[in-house]
């Protein structure tokens, strides 16, 4: 099986580049939504590389789905820098965001178009060619398997099914930085597993991904490192892998609750 532009071949190992870069770098973000509100996030700086999965963890409006969005060039925000592959994402939006696919905690589409006219229409906005979008497509489709129902209306999609075709619009122009909000929620076990082995596949090609999450299990076993949101401050960043070949035994769910624990 062979993932066309998108990394190894199957039952290869992931080997990060060397020589990594940074491809993403926040640097002291703050975001509110109004003046006279609270600030929903303060202060929040990581970096991601080529080769890298990192995760935002926190309870729920502890920031992370804002820090993503502003990240992606959705939100305004008052203070700090957001560089996507040494673009500012104020200053240069158009060229971050040619390096960037995103998938929402809604999985938003067009739910009038067919899957396939949406994966075209997200072809289209990136300038993919045919013939490779027609490569990346039928790679993408091994690894979702969305099958027939690409040819149906997306308003007649299952949760999951919407969750697949966002998935596959957000990579049909091979970005630099993937980004998922609750990526696995409402996938069914052979897909959650089939896009966790992509993820892998897809970071050892050069590529980034950020994600935030609840499941503390995919996150342990998916992220190089991750970064915890209280109350829109960042509490703490830990590199699992790091961690887990010095203590095979680390209980990363202990050390969540601990740090998570609102006061």
């Known amino acids: 099986m062979q993932y066309y ?5 199957q039952g290869t190992a992931p080997q990060a580049p060397a020589g990594r870069r940074v491809v993403v770098e926040v640097k002291g973000l703050c975001k509110r939504y109004s003046k006279k509100a609270d600030w929903a996030v303060t202060n929040v700086s990581f970096t ?44 240069d939006a158009e060229a971050a965001k040619q390096n960037m696919g995103f998938v929402t905690d809604n999985h938003a589409t067009f739910i009038k178009m067919t899957g396939l006219q949406y994966i075209n229409f997200m ?29 149906n209306l997306i308003s007649s999609y299952s949760h999951g099914m919407r969750q697949k075709i966002c998935m596959m619009g957000s990579l049909i122009h091979h970005p630099k930085l993937w ?27 050069g590529n980034s991904i950020i994600f935030s999450s609840h499941a503390l299990n995919t996150v342990a076993k998916l992220c190089d490192r ?23 035994n680390f ?3 202990e050390y969540f609750l601990r740090n998570e624990r609102q006061e």
Do not use: W
């Open 123 to 151: 072809a289209d906005v990136y300038e993919v060619p045919t013939q490779l979008r027609e490569q990346r497509l039928a790679a993408l489709e091994q690894v979702f398997q969305l099958g027939k129902p690409i040819e």
């Open 5 to 9: 532009g998108y990394g190894a071949e």
């Open 48 to 91: 991601c590389r080529e080769g890298e999965i990192v995760g935002l963890l926190g309870h729920n409006g502890a920031g992370k789905s804002t820090t993503l969005k502003c990240l992606e060039g959705m939100l305004p925000f008052e203070r700090g820098t957001i560089t996507i592959a040494g673009h500012d994402i104020r200053k």
């Open 251 to 253: 209980d990363f769910e």
């Open 226 to 248: 991750v970064v915890l949101i209280r109350k829109g401050e960042q509490v703490s960043g830990l590199n699992v892998k790091e961690i887990y070949a010095s203590n095979p």
């Open 179 to 205: 980004i998922l909000d609750e990526p696995m929620t409402g996938l069914d076990p052979r897909t959650m597993k089939a896009v966790s082995v992509f993820m892998h596949r897809y970071v050892a090609a």
